[in-house]
């Protein structure tokens, strides 16, 4: 593998509006409507010649939201200002900034649809 292992994300809600209001809300950005004729998708802001990875909300019948396994973290420049936002846009806090020793901060969000998130940064 030449490249980092995560090459796309997919966040699964029940009401598109709410997670769109919840994301842009927390992390200041506006998500893009992608064209798919089965599945509603929103797109985070993607650049390709940035690190990290695109990715995007997704309302799809027959697959529904929370209690998943898989836990994707977004970048902060520091992770307690987005979790107060998480908090003040309809989320809740699921454990407050700490130190993960040289490798920086992270706090755990639950977002409108149930969903864990996770908020890293290095301050």
């Not at 994300?9 to 992608?34: H, N, T």
């Not at 992770?79 to 040289?102: M, R, T």
Request: proline residues 4%.
């Amino acid at each position: 593998m030449n490249n980092n292992p995560v090459g796309w994300f997919e966040i699964y809600v029940q009401d598109m509006g709410r997670a769109k209001a919840f994301y842009e809300g927390v992390f200041s950005v506006q998500l893009a409507k992608l064209d798919s004729p089965e599945i509603e998708i929103w797109a985070f802001p993607m650049q390709a010649e940035r690190y990290g990875a695109p990715g995007a909300l997704v309302r799809m019948p027959g697959f529904s939201s929370g209690a998943n396994s898989v836990l994707i973290y977004f970048s902060c420049t520091d992770c307690a200002v987005e979790a107060a936002k998480a908090a003040s846009s309809g989320g809740k806090v699921e454990k407050e900034k700490f130190s993960i020793g040289q490798y920086g901060y992270i706090s755990l969000v639950i977002d409108t649809e149930g969903n864990m998130i996770g908020l890293h940064s290095m301050q």
